[in-house]
């Protein structure tokens, strides 16, 4: 399984981004996806995730902003982020769990700045 991230930029506060997440094989029928964040000396922690039969939770911190969506047939698992804070800065990556076996994709940097 491999995973590919993109769609990370610079964005001005109040601002949309959409990162997309291209998973290989057939993790997104079995398995798992997570976006998680990370800014430099703190640890990577989960903001949404997308189980296989398409349920979601956030964290509380991206609640009503974040989108988690996927389209199977291109393989893709998409974050929609709405009214950016400076305080989503961050590299965003994607995680896939299939079967108990973990994949990490490469991170996307998100700035929000003015």
């Known amino acids: 399984v491999q995973l590919q991230a993109s769609g990370g930029g610079l964005v001005q506060p109040g601002g949309s981004l959409r990162l997309s997440c291209v998973a290989s094989?057939?993790?997104?029928?079995?398995?798992?996806i997570r976006w998680h964040r990370q800014t430099p000396g703190k640890q990577r922690d989960w903001v949404a995730i997308?189980?296989?039969?398409?349920?979601?939770a956030y964290a509380d911190s991206v609640k009503g902003r974040f989108t988690i969506s996927r389209d199977v047939s291109k393989n893709t698992v998409y974050l929609e982020m709405n009214s950016l804070k400076p305080e989503d800065t961050a590299v965003y990556y994607c995680?896939?769990?299939?079967?108990?076996?973990?994949?990490w994709g490469q991170g996307t940097q998100v700035t929000v700045s003015s």
């Open positions: 997308m189980s296989s039969s398409g349920n979601t």
């Open positions: 995680y896939a769990n299939l079967r108990g076996n973990e994949f």
């Open positions: 094989g057939t993790i997104l029928n079995a398995g798992f």
